[in-house]
């Protein structure tokens, strides 16, 4: 028995390991919280995180860009009087919390 347990434990776990990354897409999300353009969902690859991309002008929230993206990391810098904020995560639809 202790066997059986043991295969279906090895089992589970190739099977979660296998679950892929869902996060929410959007190519134009506005102050107001709401997606004007390309909402929905991706499905992270190999090396992809969920990452937004917050854009903002003299310290108030402009826009949001919201993607699976490809070796992601977290990075704040400014450029013409704006402040671009990008935050990768790992987790489902955590783009959308941040």
């Given at each position: 028995m202790d066997k059986h347990f043991l295969l279906l434990l090895a089992l589970f776990c190739c099977i979660v390991a296998v679950i892929p990354l869902t996060c929410i897409t959007c190519h134009l999300r506005t102050q107001t919280d709401r997606c004007?353009?390309?909402?929905?969902?991706?499905?992270?690859?190999?090396?992809?995180?969920?990452m937004i991309?917050?854009?903002?002008?003299?310290?108030?929230?402009?826009?949001s860009y919201l993607v699976?993206?490809?070796f992601c990391r977290d990075l704040t810098y400014v450029r013409n009087n704006r402040t671009y904020v990008h935050?990768?995560?790992?987790?489902d639809y955590c783009n959308f919390k941040i």
């Open positions: 004007r353009r390309g909402f929905g969902v991706c499905v992270a690859k190999k090396h992809e995180t969920c991309l917050k854009i903002f002008q003299d310290k108030t929230l402009q826009l699976c993206q490809k935050t990768c995560c790992n987790y």
